[in-house]
T-cell receptor, first 111, second 113 residues
Framework: DAEITQSPRHKITETGRQVTLACHQT?????MFWYRQDLGHGLRLIHY???????NKGEVSDGYSVSRSNTEDLPLTLESAASSQTSVYFC??????????FGPGTRLTVL | AQSVTQLGSHVSVSEGALVLLRCNYS??????LFWYVQYPNQGLQLLLK??????LVKGINGFEAEFKKSETSFHLTKPSAHMSDAAEYFCAVSDGYGNKLVFGAGTILRVKS
């Protein structure tokens, strides 16, 4: 069965360190998204991609970057982790205007 | 710009009672609307979606929602709550182009026995 996976599921890091969160989907979807979930804010869009070599900034992109070298993967990088980036991160994928399928999430703590 | 407002961050109902979770949206173009459910420590799962077809949309687990353009609403209902419905529910809106979703803040549903 097709799926979307995220790794690691839990991560603790220190302020200033570079962190990369992985997202891998086997749906062969063109669209991929990264969201962060914080209490009282729902999910907010960080970055998104419509295909290989395409990346776009979302609502809360400062301090984050993504790259898309193939269809299956969209890694999210925190260039210099800050305590304000402690959150739960979700990756999602979709085909055109259809349903977004979400991964299980990565809980990131920045100390 | 699009936005979503979910009225009530917490809703509590008795088992067997009607579930009503409220969602109002703002969109400058005809919207696509979604309800997602999140169980503890899990990702989001689609309950139902409105994509400009029938205004009454039926989803999984007995949930349904009605798109009311005049009220800019897309409220989620279920006639009879079950203990397994306890979760957090998110309403989301998309302009359909590129499928970017804007989420509401979420409503935590508690079901009392």
């Amino acid at each position: 069965d097709a799926e979307i996976t995220q790794s690691p599921r839990h991560k603790i890091t220190e302020t200033g360190r570079q962190v990369t969160l992985a997202c891998h989907q086997t749906w062969n979807h063109n669209n991929m998204f990264w969201y962060r979930q914080d209490l009282g804010h729902g999910l907010r869009l960080i970055h998104y991609s419509y295909g290989v070599q395409d990346t776009n900034k979302g609502e809360v992109s400062d301090g984050y970057s993504v790259s898309r070298s193939n269809t299956e993967d969209l890694p999210l990088t925190l260039e210099s982790a800050a305590s304000s980036q402690t959150s739960v991160y979700f990756c999602a994928s979709s085909e055109y205007v259809d349903t977004q399928y979400f991964g299980p999430g990565t809980r990131l703590t920045v100390l | 710009a699009q936005s979503v407002t979910q009225l009530g961050s917490h809703v509590s109902v008795s088992e067997g009672a009607l579930v009503l979770l409220r969602c109002n949206y703002s969109s400058s173009v005809p919207p696509y609307l979604f309800w997602y459910v999140q169980y503890p420590n899990q990702g989001l799962q689609l309950l139902l979606k409105y994509t400009s077809a029938a205004t009454l949309v039926k989803g999984i687990n007995g949930f349904e929602a009605e798109f009311k353009k005049s009220e800019t609403s897309f409220h989620l209902t279920k006639p009879s709550a079950h203990m397994s419905d306890a979760a957090e529910y998110f309403c989301a809106v998309s302009d359909g182009y590129g499928n970017k979703l804007v989420f509401g803040a979420g409503t935590i549903l508690r079901v009392k026995s």
